[in-house]
């Protein structure tokens, strides 16, 4: 088992940052990819980005490249995502997720075993 607990979400203005933390209990933590998704209201839950458990590469989704940052500190068990240039339609609960093994990256939410409770992010335009 693995527990994630993310935080760092609030009230943003547009163009602001925010980095968000998922700190993990549990496993071995870089015996996990880990990776960040995002749920509108009324919307499907959706990938956003991923890392390995190495930490030697990332993806992104389209939609925050160049903008969001995600990196992990394995001796702090902890996942970040750093968001910079924010917009409203970013506005979202924020899930941090983990799989197992380490080294395949996914995107869709049926290839994740844990799951943290959310964080929400707003951003006011």
């Known amino acids: 088992q693995v527990q994630l607990v993310e935080s760092g979400g609030g009230l943003v203005q547009a163009g602001g940052s925010l980095r968000l933390s998922c700190a993990a209990s549990g496993r071995t933590f870089s015996n996990y990819a880990l990776a960040w998704f995002r749920q509108a209201p009324g919307k499907e839950r959706e990938f956003v980005a991923a890392?390995?458990?190495?930490?030697?590469?990332?993806y992104n989704t389209d939609s925050v490249k160049g903008r969001f940052t995600i990196s992990r500190d394995n001796a702090k068990n902890t996942v970040y995502l750093q968001m910079n240039s924010l917009k409203p339609e970013d506005t979202a609960v924020y899930y941090c997720?983990?799989?197992?093994?380490?080294?395949?990256?996914?995107?869709?939410?049926?290839?994740?075993?844990?799951w943290g409770q959310g964080t929400q992010v707003t951003v006011s335009s």
């Open positions: 997720a983990a799989r197992s093994p380490s080294f395949l990256l996914r995107t869709t939410t049926q290839d994740y075993d844990y």
């Open positions: 890392i390995r458990g190495s930490g030697a590469n990332t």
